[in-house]
Every structure is written in C-alpha cells, then in structure tokens.
C-alpha cells in the first residue's frame, strides 16, 4: 500500500462547480499535514495546511479525520485558474515530507 | 527577496558524464531536500540534509551525491551510476523541528523552480 493515495483524476469542472479531493494515508503516527498546488511543469507550492478541527482559506476547505486516516480538500466555485495538480503531503517522520502522487484538475469555462 | 534558487532550469548531458545540480537559498532555513519527479508520479526523495555538515540518504540516493558545507547552499551530483537520470529535479527547504524524541511533525517545505535534467 502507498504511503500516501490519491485519487489521480482528471477531475473535469464546468467554473463555478464545487469539487472535492480526497487523500488517505498509512502512518497513522503522522502529525503533520499539507496540500500543495502544482501547475504544469512548475514546482510545488504549499496551498494550506491542514489542521485537526478543519481550516478555510477562501474557497478552499481542509479536512483531517485522524480515525480514517483521510484528509480531504474542497475548492467552492471553481475558477479557470484553479486548473493544476494538487498534491496530498504528510509527515513521513523527523522532518520528513510523503508526496502524494496528485489529483489533476481541469475547469474549463 | 527571499527563496530558493535553482540553476540551471534546463540541462542536457551526455550519458556517463557527471552533472552538478544547484540549490541556493536565503531563507534561513536548517533543512534542506532534493526530490526527483518523473512525468505523472510523485516527488521522490534523494537526499536530505537537518543541518550543515550533515545528510542522510532519502529513498532513491543510488547514483548521486550530495554536499552541505554551507546553510545556504545544497548541491546534487548526478553521477554516471544513475541509471535513469533523466527527470525532473526539485530542491526544498524548511525550519527544522528541534524536538528530536516523540514527535512526528514536520514544518511546511518551500521549493525552487526546478532543474529539467536531460541526458542522452
């Protein structure tokens, strides 16, 4: 089993939809966790960390559920710039970072 | 401004040479990582290093090499043993979780833009 799993998609979006990522994970001693964005041919960039109660950033909403071992994102009306890969990140040990292989997303108009 | 260089962006070598990959940065931070990201899979790591002078060998270390002489700086060699060189090269770095005992947690990592490497 991996590490870290996620569903690779594509997801397809008309703009405006709401949609939701999911990611579970094996270490269930792991403490820390993120989703990052990546575009086409860039590097990753950190998009929000997830905490335990659940955080918003804007239309963006993270969920922890430490019983299932599943984190999960929400993006509210999707916008065209929204389209990337979004990587699932948890801690694999001291200081150490599991990659999620990413779900790709397309909005289209 | 503060972040994470990496040079060159794009690098073409002939088979059984070595090749030198920079990484350089002005935030401060202890740690600092190479991954390697092959088309449609997940970052693997290479090598990490908690503090200069030190580093540890990540998931897929065979066929590279690393240095750590100064905070700022993280250079990966890609030597003639790595058998499929041809990948997409990533470093990060990161504060350092200072608690070394009971503790899983890890800060949030910051990345550079990447080193196409190519080799033929």
């Known amino acids: 089993r991996k590490e870290v799993e996620q569903d690779p998609g594509p997801f397809n979006v008309p703009e405006g939809a709401t949609v939701a990522f999911n990611c579970t994970y094996s270490n269930s001693a792991s403490q820390s966790f993120f989703w990052y964005r990546q575009d086409c041919r860039k590097e990753p960039k950190l998009l929000m960390s997830?905490?335990?109660s659940g955080n918003e950033d804007g239309r963006f909403t993270a969920q922890l559920n430490r019983a299932s071992q599943y984190i999960s994102l929400l993006i509210r009306d999707s916008k065209l710039s929204d389209s990337a890969t979004y990587l699932c990140?948890?801690?694999?040990?001291?200081?150490?970072?599991?990659f999620g292989a990413g779900t790709r997303l397309a909005v289209h108009p | 401004d503060g972040g994470i260089t990496q040079s060159p962006k794009y690098l073409f070598r002939k088979e059984g040479q070595n090749v030198t990959l920079s990484c350089e940065q002005n935030l401060n931070h202890d740690a600092m990582y190479w991954y390697r990201q092959d088309p449609g899979q997940g970052l693997r790591l290479i090598y990490y290093s908690q503090i200069v002078n030190d580093f540890q060998k990540g998931d897929i270390a065979e066929g590279y090499s690393v240095s750590r002489e100064k905070k700022e700086s993280f250079p990966l060699t890609v030597t003639s043993a790595q058998k499929n060189p041809t990948a997409f090269y990533l470093c990060?770095?990161?504060?350092?979780?200072?608690?070394?005992?009971?503790?899983?947690?890890?800060?949030?990592?910051?990345f550079g833009p990447g080193t196409r490497l190519t080799v033929t």
């Open positions: 990060a770095s990161s504060m350092r979780n200072l608690v070394t005992s009971g503790t899983t947690s890890s800060y949030e990592q910051y």
């Open positions: 997830v905490y335990s």
């Open positions: 990140v948890v801690n694999g040990g001291y200081n150490k970072l599991i």
